[in-house]
């Protein structure tokens, strides 16, 4: 039987989620700072398994400059992701709506949740808990992994959201909770 | 003298006819329709105001390897640049070598009705060059020193930026109301001509 999100702890959730950005495969990851993205981002940074010849990883300053140098690598035909946290979702929006989701470019990010069960901030949460809303408000789509989702289960939704962000022409985003929630 | 913009573009596009353009916003892309007509090569961003530069960082970071496009050429505005100002950053630490930024620079936002923007006070070529860009020049505001500088631009290492000046006067044109998903897949199309790889 699956260990659901719930039982499973940080370092398990951090590994399902590099499990199914290997199965992915990106040539770019582009990242913003995180604390509970730490381990994802030390997968793919120097002396870590995933930071290998081919593939580039670079910060970026900004979600909205994010999302425009994905839509450049997609429109070059690279795999890219992004991996950041649903605080910067608010920062990206004009941009998403301006270029890849009008010009159906697909796009890729991995987005870490703040707020609700676990949260330790006593703010974050007024701009996360909003998250799915604004997606929502925007047209994005976004599929969820936390608490509810067995955790065997999370690699292959990674994956295969990749896949329909391909499909579908446009932008989706994972949601992972990283956290207890 | 003050160089007129639309002289500016139609210099840009002959001196990058076969390699991919990414314009921006407003009334760049309507005086190169009027100029040259639309064109395969030509990326037109119609809203993205502030992201233009890092759809060029994009295109220039996939394309890196490919052997037909020497150049990822961005035709941005002062007002556009400073509104994504921090991919001037992001150019330094990455150095992609193949892309060149004109900044056609009137000091105005122009299609909004021409209010100033900061470009007066702000030192675009010395900011790329502590950035860490390859190379970044002033252009003096006369066509035989614009014609010298694209032509040292196309054959220079990259990422440069050209810093070119332009007065406010612009012709007038029409509203271009195209369907974004057909621009970008023109253009995708066009860079596929000799590029295999698929996203899946």
Not at chain 1, 7 to 17: D, H, K
Not at chain 2, 68 to 97: I, N, Q, Y
Not at chain 2, 110 to 128: E, H, K, R
């Amino acid at each position: 039987m699956h260990a659901t999100g719930a039982s499973a702890s940080l370092e398990q959730r951090s590994q399902a989620v590099v499990a199914g950005l290997e199965a992915v495969d990106p040539h770019f990851v582009l990242y913003l700072p995180s604390s509970t993205l730490k381990l994802v981002l030390a997968h793919f940074l120097p002396g870590g398994p995933g930071h290998r010849s081919g593939r580039r990883v670079f910060p970026i300053p900004r979600e909205e400059e994010g999302i425009s140098i994905l839509s450049g690598l997609a429109l070059a035909g690279r795999r890219a992701v992004m991996i950041f946290q649903d605080n910067g979702v608010g920062n990206l929006l004009t941009a998403l709506l301006t270029f890849p989701q009008p010009y159906h470019v697909p796009l890729f990010g991995i987005v870490t949740r703040r707020g609700g069960l676990g949260e330790y901030n006593s703010m974050i949460h007024t701009v996360s808990e909003r998250t799915e809303a604004l997606l929502d408000a925007a047209g994005v789509r976004w599929f969820q992994l936390d608490a509810r989702t067995p955790i065997g289960d999370w690699a292959s939704t990674i994956e295969r959201a990749h896949t329909y962000a391909c499909t579908t022409h446009r932008p989706v985003f994972v949601l992972v909770n990283l956290m207890s929630g | 003298m003050t160089l007129y913009r639309p002289d500016v573009l139609r210099e840009i596009d002959e001196a990058f006819a076969d390699q991919p353009v990414v314009l921006t916003i407003g009334g760049v892309i309507r005086e190169m329709l009027a100029l040259v007509g639309r064109k395969p090569n030509h990326l037109y961003s119609l809203d993205a105001m502030g992201q233009t530069v890092a759809i060029g960082l994009g295109l220039a970071l996939g394309l890196e390897e490919e052997q037909r496009h020497a150049k990822v050429v961005v035709v941005e505005g002062d007002g556009s640049l400073l509104m994504g100002f921090s991919v001037l950053a992001t150019v330094g630490a990455l150095k992609p070598s193949k892309l060149v930024v004109a900044v056609v620079d009137n000091g105005v936002y122009l299609a909004t009705g021409g209010q100033p923007t900061a470009a007066s006070t702000t030192d675009f070529v010395q900011v790329a060059l502590d950035c860490g860009w390859a190379a970044a020049r002033d252009v003096p505001s006369e066509m035989a020193a614009l014609r010298d500088a694209l032509d040292w631009a196309r054959a220079a290492a990259g990422p440069i930026l050209l810093r070119i000046r332009v007065g406010t006067e612009q012709p007038k044109t029409d509203f271009f109301l195209e369907d974004p998903v057909l621009l970008a897949r023109e253009f995708e199309a066009w860079l596929r001509k000799n590029v295999a790889r698929r996203l899946v």
